[in-house]
């Protein structure tokens, strides 16, 4: 204690025990029920860190990236928007997907290469802000963040603690990386307003290095694949490969459902409130905010409850995620408005949250542990696709009025629900699917 008491002194005082509280709470929880002897801890510090590089570089390029298809006029800028949102996707399905599900070792150091290579492109970006270099740039930076994704979603359940399941930890890690993202993308935003988008993706490329380093502290017995089991989704019959069963199909179309949404409307809202307040970027940052604070609160809420309770039939949790995000956009589309936007995603990011639980749920449930980590790394894939989907429905259906969008993204919603319950019975929509997909008991190597 000081000799003498004064009030700076005693707000630095009580500053430094909130924030130790803080530091403790903090990694109390990150260490809970045996994750920092597992390794949970570690791919947990390290997600952290992707959900911070992605927002920060979010905001950094919210000037240019992510608005500049909001003219409805300049049909180049829509095509060259939809190209950098789209390419990522499209070349983690057919091609990084598979080939990260292939990796046998190293899987560390790929974690480790995207952080470092997402630095090095935000560097390139920093210099070349002004020019058409910043695109690729950007390109490159999204596949390397989807690629992690990938990665992270195959090495989850190696990293689990006895005694807690693979839906609470999945739910736990979602949960750390969207604080970790809220809070570093408010840093970025202050580092943008001080020295520009420049100055954000310099730090951004800072998080970046960060992250490499901590994902090389992941524990190396992830690497360790011996006796694994790739997963197959598709019907088609292929050697020395599991089919996932007919409960991890009605998940993923479920959750696919779920995902055009939340894609649909990050997109779709930004580019209506870019052009219904043009030139006024105070206005523009507030009505985002409420719809971003609504999805964030859906996110906190859908995880923080899917991590508390227990699933006697997920299958049937994930129908009705599908149908209160169908109602949602039908309301919107009814009574359209920033409020009900909000709305709609509100309920559209607690509807995603739980059909992940769920499908994590059902994952760990059918599939014998060998093939689990194969089976979230594809079933990421799908679902950033399904993402993607309804992104590109964002940006192509007219920012005008907000009822022929939702009208239109309710109708996928509903065409989704009917493929999801269909497959649950053992039928599809989809012509050239096969019908009977095989019962989760009855699931072996073929």
């Given amino acids: ?69 909001a003219t409805a006029e300049s049909k180049t800028n829509v095509a060259l928007y939809l190209l950098i949102t789209v390419a990522p996707f499209a070349l983690v399905a057919p091609v990084v997907g598979p080939l990260l599900d292939r990796l046998q070792r190293g899987r560390r150091a790929a974690l480790s290469v995207a952080f470092v290579g997402r630095a090095v492109l935000c560097v390139v970006m920093a210099l070349n802000y002004d020019t058409w270099v910043l695109y690729p740039a950007a390109l490159g930076a999204m596949v390397l963040s989807k690629s992690f994704t990938v990665l992270k979603a195959a090495i989850t359940p190696r990293v689990l603690p006895e005694g807690i399941t693979l839906a609470t930890t999945n739910s736990r890690i979602t949960t750390f990386g969207l604080v970790a993202g809220g809070v570093f993308g408010g840093v970025a935003a202050g580092v943008a307003y001080f020295w520009g988008s420049p100055g954000a993706l310099y730090f951004t490329a800072a998080l970046g290095v960060a992250g490499a380093v901590l994902s090389a502290r992941i ?134 949250a739980l059909a992940k639980v769920c499908l994590d749920a059902v994952i760990q449930r059918d599939l014998p542990e060998e093939s689990r980590a194969s089976a979230f790394g594809r079933s990421e894939t799908v679902l950033q696709l399904a993402w993607v989907f309804g992104g590109a429905l964002g940006v192509l259906l007219p920012h005008s009025t907000f009822w022929i969008g939702f009208t239109v993204v309710a109708s996928v919603l509903a065409v989704v629900g009917i493929q999801t319950a269909l497959v649950r019975s053992g039928r599809s929509l989809v012509p050239g699917v096969r019908r009977k997909a095989p019962l989760p008991e009855k699931a072996g190597v073929v």
């Fill in 219 to 352: 524990p190396k017995w992830v690497e360790i694949t011996a006796g694994e089991v790739p997963a197959r989704l598709r019907s088609t019959r292929r050697a020395k490969r599991r089919p996932v069963g007919r409960a991890v199909v009605v998940a993923l179309w479920g959750n696919s459902g779920a995902r055009v949404l939340t894609g649909f409307l990050t997109l779709f809202v930004a580019f209506v409130v870019k052009q219904q307040a043009d030139g006024d970027a105070a206005q523009q940052l507030y009505l985002i905010g409420i719809v971003g604070a609504a999805a964030g609160a859906g996110s906190f809420l859908g995880n923080g409850v899917g991590s508390r309770l227990t699933f006697r039939s997920p299958e049937v949790m994930v129908l009705g995620c599908v149908a209160g995000a169908c109602a949602a956009a039908v309301v919107a589309a009814v009574f359209p408005g920033i409020l009900t936007a909000a709305i709609v995603g509100l309920v559209g990011a607690t509807g995603s």
């Fill in 1 to 69: 204690m000081p000799k003498k008491l004064t009030v700076t002194r005693v707000a630095a005082m009580r500053s430094r025990q909130l924030t130790g509280r803080a530091v403790t709470t903090f990694k109390r929880a990150a260490t809970a029920d045996g994750a920092d002897r597992s390794g949970l801890t570690s791919l947990t510090y390290a997600s952290m860190m992707d959900y911070a590089v992605d927002a920060a570089v979010a905001v950094a390029l919210a000037n240019t990236l992510f608005f500049a298809a």
